[in-house]
């Protein structure tokens, strides 16, 4: 499965062997769902966005849950996500999804290794940006997300959000999608 992306069902099946919980899984799918409303929205205003990627992506985007709840899911995601095959869009969505992107010392102080975490494609934008939208299978507007991580988040990782939000906004212009 080098460079093909697997099915919804392929997708759904990794998360259950890897062992994500139903909440979990529901949570995968609530994502995706808006993810791929966004992507939409991206999509009809002109911009060349990866429908597929971003709905696969969203639906892995926890894999790493499996494993640990901490903001360690992250790496540990993309490395259950290399271990099974799957391709690099999919392995960088995993591992830049968390917040509005994890600097590199900010990595560096978690132990991870050197890489990029903060999300770069457009693809990577919309499912970390749809994931702060959804607190377990529910969606919910960005200011309940923002008081949420300004009370847990420094002050940075907070602004991070807020800007990856303003840039989202800038892409989906009136998008009924967004809670």
């Known amino acids: 499965m080098s460079e093909r992306l697997p099915t919804r069902k392929q997708a759904l099946h990794f998360l259950r062997k890897s062992g994500c919980k139903g909440n979990v899984i529901r949570h995968c799918e609530a994502v995706a769902q808006l993810a791929t409303e966004i992507a939409e929205a991206c999509h009809e205003n002109g911009l060349d966005v990866d429908l597929e990627l971003v709905q696969i992506g969203a639906l892995l985007h926890?894999?790493?849950?499996?494993?640990?709840?901490?903001?360690?899911?992250?790496?540990?995601?993309?490395?259950?996500?290399?271990?099974?095959?799957?391709?690099?869009p999919i392995i960088s969505i995993i591992k830049r999804h968390v917040g509005g992107g994890i600097t590199a010392k900010e990595a560096k102080?978690?132990?991870?290794?050197?890489?990029?975490?903060?999300?770069?494609?457009?693809?990577?934008?919309?499912?970390?940006?749809?994931?702060?939208?959804?607190?377990?299978?529910?969606?919910?507007?960005?200011?309940?997300?923002?008081?949420?991580?300004?009370?847990?988040?420094?002050?940075?990782?907070?602004?991070?959000?807020?800007?990856?939000?303003?840039e989202?906004?800038?892409?989906?212009?009136?998008?009924d999608c967004l809670p």
């Open 62 to 88: 926890d894999i790493g849950r499996s494993k640990t709840h901490s903001v360690h899911h992250a790496v540990i995601g993309a490395d259950i996500a290399k271990s099974i095959g799957l391709p690099e």
């Open 109 to 166: 102080e978690l132990g991870w290794p050197k890489d990029i975490y903060t999300p770069q494609t457009l693809e990577e934008k919309i499912v970390s940006y749809a994931d702060k939208l959804i607190e377990g299978s529910r969606r919910v507007p960005i200011e309940k997300t923002l008081d949420v991580f300004s009370q847990e988040l420094p002050r940075s990782a907070v602004e991070r959000i807020q800007k990856l939000h303003e």
């Open 168 to 175: 989202m906004l800038t892409f989906v212009g009136d998008c």
